[in-house]
């Protein structure tokens, strides 16, 4: 079944969601939970997780269900991309993370690459906009979206953040295995696929 039972899950909970946010009549909402319940038990089954660690996760937040979304920064330094070494798995991925309320894209990615690898930076040009589940990650119980903004240096000097362990510069050839849960060997080619052409436009999907 490859991951289907993942956008079945993600589905149900998204509907579920959205109809305990708009629906007034008491048995409505009756199934609308119930529905949020059976979406849970598939991901705990399929995912092999306890039932309340996914309720958490998956199906605690209200309001209509969109996508949550990812911003992260691109950093080159000459011909290599700043990567941060992940404290949850050990491996390296662009600076970034979930956009907080109250910021903007290019605020998140500047916020981000700040405290995860100590530098200021000024967002230049946004470069990406990927729908996650189109691309090899992991499977996850969000649906969202990854943003790339490529930034320069203004200032600071490479060190480590409460996420992570180290902050360094990488060329194409000489990459750190990579924390695939945030970013993917085909997306970190692609933004050096940017350095080469800066005219390149903006990829979408």
Not at 27 to 48: H, Q, T
Request: hydrophobic share 40%; with cysteine.
């Amino acid at each position: 079944m490859d991951n289907e039972w993942l956008k079945w899950a993600r589905r149900i909970q998204a509907l579920a969601q959205s109809g305990l946010t708009y629906s007034r009549d008491v048995y409505d909402i009756e199934r609308f939970e119930e529905l949020r319940d059976i979406s849970v038990e598939i991901m705990a089954k399929y995912a092999n997780k306890e039932i309340e660690y996914v309720k958490g996760l998956f199906a605690a937040e209200n309001g209509y269900a969109t996508p949550k979304v990812d911003v992260r920064g691109v950093i080159f330094k000459g011909d290599k991309l700043l990567l941060v070494k992940e404290k949850s798995d050990g491996c390296w991925s662009l600076p970034g993370g979930w956009a907080d309320i109250g910021f903007s894209p290019s605020e998140a990615a500047v916020k981000e690459v700040k405290e995860e690898a100590g530098f200021d930076v000024r967002p230049v040009k946004l470069l990406a906009v990927l729908d996650r589940m189109r691309h090899p990650h992991p499977p996850h119980p969000n649906h969202i979206y990854k943003i790339f903004i490529l930034c320069e240096i203004l200032g600071g000097f490479a060190s480590a953040g409460l996420e992570t362990d180290d902050a360094g510069f990488f060329s194409e050839l000489e990459l750190p295995e990579l924390s695939t849960d945030r970013n993917t060997e085909s997306q970190i080619k692609m933004l050096f696929d940017f350095l080469h052409n800066p005219d390149k436009e903006v990829v979408f999907d």
